[in-house]
Structure formats: C-alpha cells, structure tokens
C-alpha cells in the first residue's frame, strides 16, 4: 500500500504448489468481492457503502479483510476517487457522483495466505478519454502479467507495463516508486516490482513467487502528494488516474493469475501466453 523506496531484497518467499492453492482460494474471495463491487457501484452511492458491502462478502466466505487495521488503515477496502492515485479511505461523505473514476482496492486472507486485487470503474457515463485512461492501465497490468515468466527477471515485468503504456497513442504519467509487490503470508513482500525499467534485472522469476502487479497511471503529470489523513495519495495536478491490480503466481507452466476467475486464460492468450488449467 504505501510506496516502497528501492532496497535490497530480504523477504522473497517461495511457496509450495498447496501453499498456492491456499492463495487462490483468497484470490478468488478478493475476485468475488470485486465483483460485487462493481455491481454496486453507481451514483448516489457512498464509498462507506462499498466498504460495508466488502467486508461483508469477505467475511461471508470465511476469509479475513488483508487492510482493515494494516499499519493502522481503518477499513476493508481502498476506495481512491479521481484524482485519489491509492490508499482512500472509504467515508460517509464520499458520495459517487456520474462521471467520477473510482478505484477499488481489495484484500483478503485465507487460513493466512493473502490475495490483492484492484480495479477502476466509472461511475454512470465518463468522457472517452477516461474510457481510454482505464483500458491503457489495464492493458499495461496484462502485459506484466504475461512477462511473469519462470527464468527471466523482476524488472521483465515493470518494462513490460511501461512499454505497453508508452505505446498509447496519448502520452501517460506513470506513478513514480509506488508500484507492486510480492505477496504470500503478508501482504507486502519483496521485491518491489515498479511499473517502469530495464529488463532483465533483479531477481530471477522462479515457481512459488507470487506478485502482485499493479500500475497506476495518470492522465497528467505523474507527480504525487499524500493527503493529511496520512494514506490518500493525490496527483500534485489535480489529473485522473487509473489502477489495476492483479495477483499472479509463477509456475513451471507459465503465469496463473490467481485473483482472475479464469486464472487469467484468456486475457493471456492474446499475448501468446499459455496457462495449465487450474482449478
């Protein structure tokens, strides 16, 4: 969640094929969550609202909510509006207005292994160029996925995103030194993967990682400033901006994104990537 400045790698954790498994049983709580989410989002609709509605679903599942009470954050789920690039915190107040942009940020915890997930939804009808916004980072979130490859490296990933984003016909603020993340009995792990860089640097992508990919882009300058409330991180120029998320484990197979329904099939298959089928 909050931005991690480069270090050395101490924490990398590689799982075993059942410890993965316990891990896309969140990814899956966090999946289902999102989606009802998303069908409740519109406007009129409070972000407390939304918060109330993940917490629920998560905790129906038998899971536990990764963020509520991380580091001190007070709610279940990120609910980051317009200019908000993560780390809002959902309220009373924050009532869902036609044309705003909102990205919704999730977790969850099963029998302790964590799943994170995140998506960015417009509310009612937005302007195309918002419409754009979404798809370039979603797009960009797919093509790290699919560079997360046993035997290359960490950084194949961030060039990855950023080339897809750079290849936008409109030019995009990549969000500096926040970016992803490696998961598994917490919620944030090493190594850092930023969403810009060389390839072929950093740790070698092996089976048992798991990561958590997640770009976010600006429509403006990428510039940010954090927020009194000691999370909410804006952009400086007041632009829009989008975040996708998603969590992906490494396998002998190919990537198996465990946060999508489908294991990310399909997505991945327009990039030439193959996935064994998994439950």
């Not at 075993?16 to 009802?36: N, Y």
């Not at 860089?197 to 990561?211: D, E, F, N």
């Not at 396998?251 to 439950?279: F, H, I, M, N, S």
Request: overall charge negative; aromatic content about 6%; glycine content about 12%.
């Amino acid at each position: 969640m909050r931005g991690w400045r480069r270090r050395r790698y101490r924490m990398i954790q590689i799982k075993t094929a059942d410890e993965v498994a316990l891990m896309r049983e969140a990814g899956l709580v966090v999946s289902r969550t999102l989606q009802r989410l998303a069908d409740a989002v519109g406007p009129g609709v409070t972000t407390s609202q939304l918060d109330a509605i993940a917490e629920e679903s998560i905790r129906a599942e038998g899971a536990v909510p990764s963020f509520k009470g991380y580091r001190g954050f007070p709610a279940t789920i990120c609910t980051s509006v317009n200019e908000e690039v993560v780390h809002g915190i959902p309220a009373r107040r924050r009532v869902l207005r036609a044309g705003d942009l909102i990205s919704i940020d999730c977790g969850a915890i099963v029998d302790g292994w964590h799943g994170d997930s995140a998506l960015t939804l417009g509310v009612g009808g937005v302007r195309p160029e918002l419409h754009e916004l979404m798809r370039v980072t979603e797009e960009s979130m797919w093509a790290g996925l699919a560079a997360a490859i046993a035997g290359g490296r960490l950084t194949d990933i961030s060039a990855a995103v950023e080339r897809s984003i750079r290849s936008a016909p409109k030019a995009y603020g990549i969000v500096d030194h926040y970016g992803g993340h490696g998961i598994g009995t917490e919620m944030h792990q090493d190594p850092h993967v930023l969403n810009y860089g060389r390839p072929g640097r950093g740790p070698r992508l092996v089976p048992g990682l798991a990561l958590a990919i997640e770009p976010m882009v600006t429509a403006g300058d990428p510039a940010t400033r954090e927020l009194d409330d000691g999370w909410t991180v804006v952009t400086r120029d007041g632009s829009h901006t989008a975040h996708f998320e998603h969590t992906v484990a490494i396998t002998e197979d190919g990537p198996w994104v465990l946060t999508a329904t489908d294991g990310g099939a399909a997505k991945l298959a327009e990039y030439g990537v193959k996935v064994a089928q998994r439950a």
